[in-house]
């Protein structure tokens, strides 16, 4: 479905130095500085597939999602999305696609999305018919029946984003480009924008790219991540594969009837936080059986559980790592 | 037939979008038309003042210059109800980055852009500006022959196609120069010129409002026309010049289009 090769894109900008004096030198001698946001980024996507863009800010995911949807021309490099070049903006291609940006909205901000809804329609030219039952079942899915006729602008965030979603979708796009959906939106309205993206990707096969600096939201819904850095792609597979990679332990945390000896615990491994009555402690994979089954019958066990260690942690261990040895790549 | 019905049906919501704004702020349009009106009058001063004194300027008796001055309201009603709203949209569009929304949709950019924004209010300059045509008619004593008046009216076009690829010019350039307030400004600064028929200016600037920034050919040319002065060769070189001027913005359009690169975020 989307074909990416070597994809570079350097933007140019324009220097503007400090003060009066050194802004005119400049106006006669423009200094250009080169900005090189992605650099030979290679991919492919399957129809249907769901792939989460991870990345720190900066890292080039909205450049990506911009020369996918068209609205930039790579420097270097080619991309298709279906049988189309994106950058020649054809009509089908339009039909075919669609990007959200969780920071830019395309609803009037002064008028009812309604408002917005039917510009999108006539603009689509969707038929009547197919379009009321399309808007009705997003807005129904959503939830947002009551809110689409009140103005923009007294929305809240969130009830805006699923505003946007719907006015994304009305032309029942084959391919979503997603940009940070879920930023500034708490916690529980990221569960249900998520689940709304998983929902459409289920009912109607589209391919979903959505990009986000958290990695819990990607990662609940993206089987397959692309970690960028620094314009490089450095890795593309399975985010709990990398996670394993990464770090192969487990956090296993404890809670105690009573105080436990200090040595007792120390034994068992490392202990990554500890207050009075509760420890976690980092256990390589292997070793977390042996290590429970020690704890049971060696401490005042009252409760305990055994998890994977936060992604947000092991992402910036990963990051790390990477400048570490020059961005080397890895995959 | 189906591109034309799906542009009609585009222009139609445009339209109702502009309304349905318009009548949110119906009492800041209504102040605005009204001040229009205001500002209407005031325009006449520096004429009534120039005319006190003198019989007739570089050929142009007083109620034929008023005629120039009617036409040149006309158009600067036309636009500011509706170019410089769209003009407007579109700056606020390529500095929030909001302008990518347009170019993701299935039709024209250009259309899409120039048809964004209305004040149909400003239909009270315009009709304001109508009556100072009329009232110079009335001094002149006489009114435009039939024929006169379809050539006046073809080179109303002419004007309006020129003002339009203007702008489209402007436009193009906010996508290299994202500040671009200035620039508008500088263009309805220019514009205030047309207010004076072109024999008033001499050397390079009577050059330059002729074919860098036709205001000749967008008010001189067409009140010639009602008062029965324009020769066919002058009108030729209008609509000619219209043509290429518009031909000329929907290139350099497109090649900036090309250039755009959305705000980053
Ligand atoms: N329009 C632009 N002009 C110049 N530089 C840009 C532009 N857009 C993005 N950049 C730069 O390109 C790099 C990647 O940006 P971006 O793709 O927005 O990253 P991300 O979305 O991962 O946070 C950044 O260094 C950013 O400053
Ligand atoms: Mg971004």
Redesign the interface.
């Not at chain 1, 920071?103 to 395309?106: A, G, L, N, R, V």
């Not at chain 1, 006539?122 to 030219?125: G, H, P, S």
């Given at each position: 479905m989307i074909r990416a090769r070597k994809l570079c894109k350097t933007?140019r900008v324009h220097r503007r130095p400090p003060g009066l004096l050194a802004a005119l030198r400049s106006v006669i001698r423009r200094r250009y500085e080169e900005v090189r946001a992605l650099v030979d980024v290679s991919f492919d996507i399957a129809p249907g597939e769901r792939v989460g863009f991870l990345g720190p800010n900066g890292a080039g995911k909205?450049t990506a999602l911009?020369i996918l949807?068209?609205?930039?021309?790579p420097t270097s490099g080619s991309v298709t999305v279906g049988d189309f070049v994106p950058q020649e903006?054809r009509?089908e291609f339009?039909?075919m696609?669609?990007?959200v940006?969780g920071?830019?909205?395309?609803l009037?901000w002064?008028?009812p999305p309604a408002?917005t809804f039917?510009?999108?329609r006539?603009?689509?030219?969707l038929p009547r018919r197919e379009a009321d039952a399309t808007q009705q079942e997003l807005v129904d899915l959503l939830e947002i029946g009551p809110l689409i006729g009140k103005p923009t602008r007294q929305l809240s965030l969130g009830e805006r984003m699923k505003c946007e979603l719907v006015a994304a979708l009305l032309h029942r796009p084959k391919v979503l480009f997603l940009?940070e959906p879920t930023i500034g939106l708490d916690v529980s309205m990221q569960a249900r924008v998520r689940d709304f993206i998983r929902r459409y990707n289920e009912s109607t096969g589209a391919s979903v790219l959505l990009t986000s600096h958290y990695m819990e939201d990607v990662a609940a819904l993206c089987p397959r991540v692309i970690v960028i850095d620094k314009g490089h792609l450095i890795y593309d597979g399975d985010l709990r594969t990398l996670a394993r990679r990464i770090r192969p332990e487990k956090r296993i945390t404890m809670h105690f009837s009573s105080v436990p000896a200090p040595g007792d615990l120390d034994r068992l491994g490392n202990c990554v936080a500890r207050s009075e009555l509760q420890a976690t402690l980092a256990v390589p994979a292997a070793q977390v059986t042996e290590a429970v089954r020690a704890a049971l019958s060696r401490l005042p066990i009252s409760d305990i559980s055994v998890e994977d260690p936060p992604l947000e942690e092991i992402m910036q261990e990963f990051l790390d790592g990477q400048s570490a040895n020059g961005g080397a790549r890895s995959a | 037939m189906r591109p034309l019905r799906h542009y009609a049906r585009l222009l139609a919501v445009q339209m109702r979008t502009s309304l349905t704004l318009a009548v949110q702020y119906r009492f800041d349009f209504f102040l605005e038309g009204a001040l229009a009106l205001f500002w209407l009058a005031i325009t006449l001063i520096p004429l009534l003042v120039v005319y006190s004194r003198r019989e007739s300027v570089a050929g142009w008796s007083f109620p034929e210059a008023l005629v120039v001055v009617g036409w040149f309201s006309v158009l600067k009603a036309v636009l500011d109800g509706g170019v410089t709203p769209s003009l407007n949209f579109v700056v606020e569009g390529v500095r929030k980055g909001t302008l990518d929304f347009i170019l993701l949709k299935p039709a024209d950019a250009q259309f899409l852009v120039s048809t964004a924004r209305f004040e149909p209010w400003r239909i009270l300059d315009f009709l304001g500006s109508i009556a100072v045509l009329a009232y110079a008619f009335h001094r002149l004593g006489r009114v435009p022959s039939v024929g006169d008046f379809m050539v006046g009216l073809a080179l109303f076009g002419v004007a309006l196609i020129l003002l339009y690829s203007l702008w489209i010019l402007v436009v193009s350039v906010s996508f290299r120069v994202v500040k671009v307030d200035n620039l508008s400004y500088l263009f309805i600064s220019i514009f205030d010129a047309g207010r004076w028929p072109i024999d008033v200016f001499k050397g390079a600037l009577r050059l330059i409002f002729t074919v860098v920034f036709p205001l000749a050919l967008m008010t001189t040319y067409p009140a010639q026309a009602l008062l029965g002065k324009l020769t066919s060769a002058h009108a030729l070189l209008a609509g000619t010049g219209g043509l290429a001027f518009a031909a000329i913005a929907r290139l350099v359009w497109k090649r900036a289009l090309r250039a755009y690169t959305s705000a980053s975020s």
């Open positions: 933007y909205t911009k949807s068209g609205l930039l021309y903006r009509t339009l039909h696609i669609t990007l940006m920071q830019k909205q395309q009037l002064d008028l408002e039917a510009m999108n006539a603009l689509f030219d940009d | -």
